[in-house]
């Protein structure tokens, strides 16, 4: 099993700036993909960015250029800067990791942006 723990929410200022870490335990192999997801109010749950242990990463487009990703293979964390927030990066933020075909979440962390 994989547990994952999410932390960095809250509110912030359109503009602003938070980060999110998520540290994963459990039973975690060398090879995996560990990633963020998020969903909105009335809205599926979408991707985010996803980062190897490689460290080769993938964004969505709405994100491109203002939330980087970054891991630490030695701490099992993964880590996403969120720049220059909008009101529509409101949502739940989860951590994701997906390994050998499972995929594992955490809770989830509220990130609000005011306007």
């Known amino acids: 099993q994989v547990q994952l723990v999410e932390s960095g929410g809250g509110l912030v200022q359109a503009g602003g700036s938070l980060r999110l870490s998520c540290a994963a335990s459990?039973?975690?192999?060398?090879?995996?993909?560990m990633g963020w997801y998020r969903q909105a109010p009335g809205k599926q749950r979408e991707l985010v960015a996803t980062i190897t242990r490689g460290g080769i990463t993938n964004y969505a487009d709405s994100v491109k250029g203002r939330f980087p990703i970054s891991r630490d293979n030695a701490k099992n964390m993964v880590y996403l800067q969120m720049n220059t927030l909008r009101p529509e990066d409101t949502a739940v933020y989860y951590c994701n990791l997906r390994q050998y075909g499972l995929m594992y979440w955490g809770k989830g962390t509220l990130v609000t942006v005011s306007s």
């Open positions: 459990g039973s975690i192999y060398s090879i995996n993909v």
